[in-house]
Nanobody
Framework: QVQLVESGGGLVQAGGSLRLSCVAS????????VGWFRQAPGKEREFVVA????????GYTDSVKGRFAISRDNAKNTVYLQMNSLNPEDTAVYYC????????????????WGQGTQVTVSS
């Protein structure tokens, strides 16, 4: 069983930056692939980025490539999402999710989810 807690969301102006954190409970966090997803008002939850257990494998959705960066510190059971050059279209609740094995972009493949953190980008 893994419990995930996100933090770091907030209100930022367009062009600004935020760093989200996802802290996991459990001693075997290094076995899990982790993904970040987001859900904007009135829209479906969508994949943003994922990272493999070692941190060497990552995958980004096209809209955030070059602006967002995912990393992890398994000693701290934490995955980070650095978000730069934010724009209003990035406004959403951001969720981290974990699954045993390789990460992917499919929501249904993730077993554990955090409660989400709100990111609001003003124009």
């Amino acid at each position: 069983q893994v419990q995930l807690v996100e933090s770091g969301g907030g209100l930022v102006q367009a062009g600004g930056s935020l760093r989200l954190s996802c802290v996991a409970s459990g001693r075997t966090f290094s076995r899990y692939g982790v993904g970040w997803f987001r859900q904007a008002p009135g829209k479906e939850r969508e994949f943003v980025v994922a990272i493999g257990w070692s941190g060497r494998t990552t995958g980004y959705t096209d809209s955030v490539k070059g602006r967002f960066a995912i990393s992890r510190d398994n000693a701290k059971n934490t995955v980070y999402l650095q978000m730069n050059s934010l724009n209003p279209e990035d406004t959403a609740v951001y969720y981290c999710a974990a699954r045993v094995g390789f990460p992917d972009y499919r929501i249904e493949d993730y077993e554990y989810w955090g409660q989400g953190t709100q990111v609001t980008v003003s124009s």
